[in-house]
């Protein structure tokens, strides 16, 4: 059979979560200035030369990695049961991190010298299953465009997460994305989380799905409201007529106020003060330019 | 004068008055030198001195207007005089930077400017157009890649060069500041003190010949190309670790007609 593959080095995967992985790694400070890292090592399982160096790097969430901090030599680290290290990382936050650790021996190119990677492992973040508190609103609302009629729409079904619907062709879908565009974001933002809450206190296909008990988990955690306080319904029958409870519409002002409005950056600065700014900024001022 | 930086009020009436005369350009049809007026001027410059607008941030260092509008010279002076301020506080200061941006107006809005977006002077809190600022991206620049930092801001203080806008939005590039030398090395022609031209552009329209079409065309050996290659390394290679010559030596021949021999 002809090969299609090759196969450079036989790498055992370098692990970071499961039973007894190669990697723990853990957040023991944060504050202002940034995160204090600790990581546990052990690579003996691998078969890494000894002469082989481990470096420990971190990334932000736009994928700017730091400088790599050297942990040592595989011989030197094949020496102890547990190695622990910690990194103070600076000008970063716990939820935008993310880490790589990489095995690499010198060799040859052609005639190059050359520092290659034998082994690697990307960590996306850290295993924190109990901190739900970084979890962000777009990972619940994912954007997608089609061609609709309206600038945006919410599509929602149960037992699906909700899509911010936007008109393709619009460049609105770029701007959300991006974060580019407090005016815009604010705006849509507003109106797609008052439909998705409206939905989910109204309709009753709603009552099981496994969304909307996130949504609401993330609306209690973002307002200290527990959920067991939360209006039951948003419209009820009264001498058989539909009516809207006023309780229940201020309730959804308020969260979406907490949940898009108060939403700060990570400089702490709220939505919408950008959105103030922004318009402040281009009141009237609206025509192309050439960047010289 | 000390270094300062706006109130908030000093921040909302620069942001105002930048408006004013860009609107007054606008009226002059984009002529910089009729639109911004004795008038406009008068007012910046009691904009910056205005003691109730803004507020000392410490320094001991006296600022002074450069003689010369090298952008390169310029960013190494805000890095000099901007050292003994710690980095963190300073970083993303808006109402520093607009400061700064109203004290050296005359130098950056030049009569030969060839835009004027906002972004230019007021710090944008996008990172798309963040560095767009010209006070703090050459003293970005500076305080990053040093000598390197040639290469993207040759030029004069008021411009925005394609090398820089091309660099800088990569993220590989923010940390791994190697990447600056090995294209300073590449890119930049000793012999007259300037940029190689034809290879910030990793792309360009080309003529398809007899027809009135163009097609998009990748530029061998470009900056572009440069940090491409740099991304696929840092997957095989720890090239935070090797020599810088020794990752020249590693591109492929399309950049064998910029590397030294």
């Given at each position: 059979?002809?090969?299609?593959?090759?196969?450079?080095?036989?790498?055992?995967?370098?692990?970071?979560?499961?039973?007894?992985?190669?990697?723990?790694?853990?957040?023991?400070?944060?504050?202002?200035?940034?995160?204090?890292?600790?990581?546990?090592?052990?690579?003996?399982?691998?078969?890494?030369?000894?002469?082989?160096?481990?470096?420990?790097?971190?990334?932000?969430?736009?994928?700017?990695?730091?400088?790599?901090?050297?942990?040592?030599?595989?011989?030197?680290?094949?020496?102890?049961?547990?190695?622990?290290?910690?990194?103070?990382?600076?000008?970063?936050?716990?939820?935008?991190?993310?880490?790589?650790?990489?095995?690499?021996?010198?060799?040859?190119?052609?005639?190059?010298?050359?520092?290659?990677?034998?082994?690697?492992?990307?960590?996306?973040?850290?295993?924190?299953?109990?901190?739900?508190?970084?979890?962000?609103?777009?990972?619940?609302?994912?954007?997608?465009?089609?061609?609709?009629?309206?600038?945006?729409?919410?599509?929602?079904?149960?037992?699906?997460?909700?899509?911010?619907?936007?008109?393709?062709?619009?460049?609105?879908?770029?701007?959300?994305?991006?974060?580019?565009?407090?005016?815009?974001?604010?705006?849509?933002?507003?109106?797609?989380?008052?439909?998705?809450?409206?939905?989910?206190?109204?309709?009753?296909?709603?009552?099981?799905?496994?969304?909307?008990?996130?949504?609401?988990?993330?609306?209690?955690?973002?307002?200290?409201?527990?959920?067991?306080?939360?209006?039951?319904?948003?419209?009820?029958?009264?001498?058989?007529?539909?009516?809207?409870?006023?309780?229940?519409?201020?309730?959804?002002?308020?969260?979406?106020?907490?949940?898009?409005?108060?939403?700060?950056?990570?400089?702490?600065?709220?939505?919408?003060?950008?959105?103030?700014?922004?318009?402040?900024?281009?009141?009237?001022?609206?025509?192309?330019?050439?960047?010289? | 004068?000390?270094?300062?930086?706006?109130?908030?009020?000093?921040?909302?009436?620069?942001?105002?008055?930048?408006?004013?005369?860009?609107?007054?350009?606008?009226?002059?049809?984009?002529?910089?030198?009729?639109?911004?007026?004795?008038?406009?001027?008068?007012?910046?410059?009691?904009?910056?001195?205005?003691?109730?607008?803004?507020?000392?941030?410490?320094?001991?260092?006296?600022?002074?207007?450069?003689?010369?509008?090298s952008q390169f010279l310029f960013g190494k002076?805000?890095?000099?005089?901007?050292?003994?301020?710690?980095?963190?506080?300073?970083?993303?200061?808006?109402?520093?930077?607009?400061?700064?941006?109203?004290?050296?107006?005359?130098?950056?809005?030049?009569?030969?400017?060839?835009?004027?977006?906002?972004?230019?002077?007021?710090?944008?809190?996008?990172?798309?157009?963040?560095?767009?600022?010209?006070?703090?991206?050459p003293?970005?620049m500076h305080?990053?890649?040093?000598?390197?930092s040639k290469?993207f801001l040759h030029g004069?203080?008021?411009?925005?060069?394609?090398?820089?806008?091309?660099?800088?939005?990569?993220?590989?590039?923010?940390?791994?500041?190697?990447?600056?030398?090995?294209?300073?090395?590449?890119?930049?022609?000793?012999?007259?003190?300037?940029?190689?031209?034809?290879?910030?552009?990793?792309?360009?329209?080309?003529?398809?010949?007899?027809?009135?079409?163009?097609?998009?065309?990748?530029?061998?050996?470009?900056?572009?190309?440069?940090?491409?290659?740099?991304?696929?390394?840092?997957?095989?290679?720890?090239?935070?670790?090797?020599?810088?010559?020794?990752?020249?030596?590693?591109?492929?021949?399309?950049?064998?007609?910029?590397?030294?021999?």
């Amino acid at each position: 059979m002809a090969q299609t593959t090759i196969e450079i080095f036989e790498e055992k995967r370098i692990t970071y979560k499961g039973k007894d992985p190669d990697l723990n790694i853990s957040c023991v400070k944060e504050d202002e200035t940034g995160i204090v890292v600790e990581v546990k090592i052990n690579l003996r399982r691998h078969n890494f030369g000894d002469n082989c160096d481990v470096f420990f790097q971190t990334y932000d969430n736009r994928g700017a990695g730091n400088k790599p901090n050297k942990m040592g030599k595989i011989k030197e680290l094949n020496q102890e049961e547990k190695n622990v290290f910690q990194y103070p990382i600076s000008n970063i936050k716990k939820e935008d991190a993310k880490f790589r650790v990489i095995v690499s021996e010198p060799g040859n190119f052609k005639d190059s010298k050359v520092i290659r990677l034998i082994g690697k492992a990307e960590i996306p973040g850290f295993d924190d299953e109990n901190d739900k508190s970084k979890q962000k609103i777009n990972s619940l609302l994912p954007t997608k465009e089609l061609d609709i009629g309206t600038p945006f729409m919410v599509d929602m079904s149960p037992n699906r997460l909700p899509y911010l619907v936007l008109k393709r062709g619009c460049n609105i879908k770029y701007k959300l994305d991006s974060n580019s565009d407090p005016v815009q974001k604010s705006l849509i933002y507003t109106s797609a989380i008052r439909a998705i809450i409206e939905a989910y206190l109204t309709d009753h296909r709603y009552e099981d799905c496994i969304y909307k008990k996130q949504w609401f988990d993330l609306i209690s955690k973002k307002t200290g409201e527990s959920v067991d306080e939360f209006p039951s319904n948003y419209v009820s029958i009264d001498d058989g007529k539909t009516v809207i409870e006023s309780n229940c519409k201020n309730w959804i002002e308020s969260v979406t106020e907490t949940m898009v409005s108060n939403l700060p950056d990570s400089n702490g600065k709220k939505l919408i003060d950008k959105h103030k700014e922004a318009n402040f900024r281009n009141n009237e001022i609206t025509y192309s330019e050439e960047e010289g | 004068m000390k270094i300062r930086e706006f109130t908030e009020e000093g921040n909302q009436q620069f942001h105002l008055l930048y408006k004013r005369i860009k609107e007054s350009v606008l009226n002059y049809n984009k002529d910089i030198e009729k639109g911004y007026t004795p008038n406009l001027k008068k007012k910046m410059k009691e904009l910056v001195a205005d003691p109730n607008l803004s507020i000392d941030i410490g320094g001991t260092v006296e600022l002074k207007i450069p003689s010369s509008d090298s952008q390169f010279l310029f960013g190494k002076y805000i890095d000099e005089v901007l050292k003994e301020h710690n980095e963190l506080k300073i970083f993303n200061n808006e109402k520093l930077w607009n400061w700064l941006s109203a004290y050296f107006f005359d130098i950056i809005f030049h009569k030969k400017a060839k835009g004027i977006s906002e972004h230019r002077y007021l710090l944008s809190d996008s990172w798309f157009t963040k560095y767009r600022h010209l006070v703090r991206t050459p003293w970005y620049m500076h305080k990053i890649y040093n000598e390197s930092s040639k290469l993207f801001l040759h030029g004069a203080t008021y411009f925005g060069g394609n090398y820089m806008e091309q660099w800088i939005s990569h993220r590989i590039n923010e940390k791994f500041t190697k990447a600056a030398d090995i294209a300073f090395d590449l890119y930049y022609d000793k012999k007259n003190d300037e940029p190689k031209s034809g290879y910030s552009h990793k792309f360009i329209s080309k003529k398809v010949t007899g027809s009135k079409k163009k097609v998009k065309t990748l530029v061998p050996g470009s900056l572009g190309r440069l940090i491409d290659k740099l991304n696929q390394y840092n997957e095989i290679y720890n090239i935070w670790e090797m020599d810088r010559k020794e990752i020249i030596q590693l591109l492929p021949k399309e950049f064998d007609e910029l590397k030294e021999h």
